[in-house]
Nanobody
């Protein structure tokens, strides 16, 4: 089993920045892709960004140029640096990891951007 714990969410004004962290614990050997998803009220969960173990990244079009995903494989931690935040970025942000064809989710962290 893999346990994912997110941190770093909060309330920020439009144009501000936040940095989310996701710490993986448990059986972490073999974790491949780690990613961030978000779900706003009344909307489906959507991919924000993901990064492979080798550092290959991809981003949702809506966050390109503003968000940066990174990871520390030695610490089994992933990060999401969010700059130039907009009210439409308001959502619960979930960390995701896949390991040997199994998918794991964190409990989520709230990000609220005020206008």
């Amino acid at each position: 089993q893999v346990r994912l714990v997110e941190s770093g969410g909060g309330l920020v004004q439009s144009g501000g920045s936040l940095r989310l962290s996701c710490a993986a614990s448990g059986i972490v050997f073999g974790i491949n892709t780690m990613g961030w998803y978000r779900q706003a009220p009344g909307k489906q969960r959507e991919l924000v960004a993901r990064i492979s173990r080798d550092g290959i990244t991809n981003y949702a079009d809506s966050v390109k140029g503003r968000f940066t995903i990174s990871r520390d494989n030695a610490e089994n931690t992933a990060f999401l640096q969010m700059n130039s935040l907009k009210p439409e970025d308001t959502a619960v942000y979930y960390c995701n990891a896949d390991r040997l064809a199994e998918n794991y989710w964190g409990q989520g962290t709230q990000v609220t951007v005020s206008s």
